[in-house]
Each structure stands twice: as structure tokens, then as C-alpha cells.
């Protein structure tokens, strides 16, 4: 989800429709939730599902310390996504992952990050003060030393993206990885309407590259979008990271960086279902076409080695795409919380759909094992083998 300092009509009309659905999504899980009536028609048997213990490994989730949320408040951001910040506490992320049966959440910041600060050392200052929280009050803290967060870092970067912010982002991405030892960094899709594969980022890509960083590319609200009276969580969220994804194809930066080690939100956007598409002016599926291939060979492979979360995208809609596109293992388990508070009123399982692409095995290396094997560190932490 994200934020913005401005409160124009459309901000208004996002508040506005988002504040009438949030309800009815509430409802709406919570008779999802309720047992079924008695007088329910019997279907006949059903199989029961194995069960299964806190064993979820959560790699889209976010936090929001107190010094974070007051220094928003103070700029004017009381909402993000068009609802007002959601609570966060260490206290509530656990008890949701409690809840859903989730052993980790790896944090991250949502938009607006820090860009919604002027000044560069401001934004620095506050990144390194998120950053070193991540570290040593989540992911290295005494009270949470049973492996209960991850962390990606957040890097100073401004709506104005120039050649010296960048180069301080690169240093502020050495001492999180190396010196306060989190378990990648987060980058947004774009800056101020400038792409990841924009030359101005190549300084910090390469630092990236130079740590073999796991990269979790966020969407932020892309300007000048087409208003349609609608929140642009919806569906600009799911272009922007699309842009991002497909700029970095052309522009080279997955052949150039290829250590570095990319995570897409919400199941890539809908880079996916239009991979082959977005491919057409590379040389891999104009072969294809040429030879009358599919498969293997029909979308680029910088996109078929990308890694895809589940947030607010588990339906066999988004899933089978993604799996057809990238295989099960590239795929990783995220809720999004606590921007999804509401899809999450109960207990059980927080991704029942997940079962109409996966079996039980593929279901729990998408929920366990395969977060394991990217982030060896985090595995270590909670005394898991890489499974």
C-alpha cells in the first residue's frame, strides 16, 4: 500500500471508496470465517488438509514504529493507500502471526518511504534510524532472537532522483546488509516517475550486485495516472511494479547485475500474464516465434528467473501464471500486512486459495522452504535447514 503528502480530489475520492469497501471486506471474511450452517447442503467427503504448525515464512509485510508514524503525522500523511496508517506494533505482528500460522515476517517500508522528506539528510537520517530498528529491536533483538522478523532496508532515496543520493544510498545499503546484518534491501518501483533502469542507478545496482542482495521491488502510485474514481492500489500498483520489471529488461540491468537477486510484489503486477508480450524485442522469443516454440522459450528468461510473492494475489488467476511463468520454487508466501488488517479477522489459514494451484508439497515450499533457500540467514536464525 501507499501514501502520499497531498490531498487532492483524488485522494478524497480514494478515501471515500476505500472507507465504504473496508467494511464490507471485513464482513464479508468474517462470514468466510464463520462456521457453516447446519442447514448447509452436503457436498459429500471432503479431504482434510494436513495440519499444519507456524511453519509460514512472510516476505511482504511492513512495519511502522512510533517515530516513524509521528514524523508522518507531522508532515501531513495521517493515511496510506487512502485509510488511515494502520496500527503496528511488534506485539500485533506477532499475534497475527500467531494467528495465521506464520513462524517470520521479513519487514519492509511501504511508500512513501522517506521520499515524502525534503531534505537529503533528513531522508538519511530517518532511513538509518528505520534500518538500525529493523536490526536491533526485529531481526537481531533480544526479544525476538527465535527468528520472528527479517528485514529489507529502506535506502534515502527522494522523489528527485540524483547521482549524489544515489551514492548515498549505496552506502546506506552496505551497512544494513553487512553491518546491521538484514536480509536485503527494498527498492520502490519508481522514483518521482524515474525507473529502476534509469543510468542514475547503475552506482547503486552495482553495490547491489557486489553484496548478492535480495531486492524487493515495491509499487508506489505512479504520477499523472488516469483517474478512474477508483484507489490506485487496485490496479496502478500492479503497472508500476509492471514498468519497473520491463525497464529493467530493456535497459540491461538483469544481464549486468546478475547476482542481484529480484523479488517482485503482488505476484510481479501483471508482468506474467504479458511476459511473452513484453519480451517481443528480445532475442529469445523472436526465435521462439521464428521456430514455432513455447514453453521454455516464449518470455524472456531474465523474467523466468525473477522471484513473485503471493500478496493480495493468491487466486489461481495470479498463481498459475506466475508458476507457468517462473516455476513454484520462484515463488514466495506474503499478506501485505498490516495494510490488510481487514482480510485477516480471524485465524487459520491466510491463503485457502493457494490450494487451487498447488498441492501440499508445492504448497509448502511456496510458504516455507522456498524463503529458506533465499535467505540463508533467516534460516539460520530460526534453526531450519534448508529444505
Known sequence: MTGSGTEGAQGLRRRGVLKAALPLAVTATALDAAPASAAAPDTGPTKAAPARGRDRIDVHCHLIPDFYRKSLTAHGITEIGGVPVPAWSPALA???MNRYGIETQVVSVSEPGVTYLDSPADRLDMARRLNTYMSRDLVH???YRNGRFGGFAVLPLGRTVTAENVSVAATEAKRAVREL???GVGLFSSYGGTYLGDPVFEPLLRTLDELGAMVFIHPVTPQAYPDLGLPPFLYEFTFDTTRALVNMLYKGVYTRHGRIRWLAAHAGGTLPYISYRTSLLTLTPAIAQQLGASG???SSPHFRGLF?????SPAPQAMKSVQELAGTRHILFATDWPFTSALF???GDPAPQLDETFDAGERLAVERSNALAQFPALAAR???RQE
Open 308 to 312: 513473485y510473492d503471493t500478496a493480495l
Open 141 to 143: 533483538g533480544a526479544a
Open 94 to 96: 506477532v499475534d497475527f
Open 181 to 183: 546484518r538484514l536480509d
Open 345 to 347: 479477522p480471524g485465524a
Open 382 to 384: 530460526i534453526g531450519a
Open 296 to 298: 521454455a522459450a516464449d
